[in-house]
């Protein structure tokens, strides 16, 4: 049974940092798609960053790059978004989900509807 856990969300001024973290299980992290999603409030759930496939190819909204890096470890299971120069329109509940396993040679969209396995989320705000 996959189970995604985020944590590493709180308050934190315009133009600091946090690191969300996912700590994933019951799936091999190397066969997985990997994404972080968001949703602020009285807004739809949008996609911020995703691992697509299984040579840790990449995608980033326009809106988080430069900023934003998603990685994932291997040998802990987890996956992380480390995230700098933070704006209050990045106030949102940041979702992990996952979806595979992903053959290889392939790439999965970083979108909402392809990912079927999803964390409770972490709240981040940014705020002064």
């Known amino acids: 049974q996959v189970q995604l856990v985020e944590s590493g969300g709180g308050l934190v001024q315009p133009g600091g940092s946090l690191r969300l973290s996912c700590a994933s299980s019951g799936f091999s992290l190397a066969n997985y798609a990997i994404g972080w999603f968001r949703q602020a409030p009285g807004k739809e759930r949008e996609a911020v960053s995703c691992?697509?496939?299984?040579?840790?190819?990449?995608y980033y909204t326009d809106s988080v790059k430069g900023r934003f890096t998603i990685s994932r470890d291997y040998d802990k299971n987890m996956v992380y978004l480390q995230m700098n120069n933070l704006k209050p329109e990045d106030t949102a509940i940041y979702y992990c989900a996952a979806e595979g396993p992903v053959a290889a040679g392939t790439s999965l969209p970083c979108r909402l509807t392809h990912f079927g396995s999803w964390g409770q989320g972490t709240q981040v705000t940014v705020s002064s």
């Open positions: 691992i697509i496939d299984s040579y840790d190819n990449t």
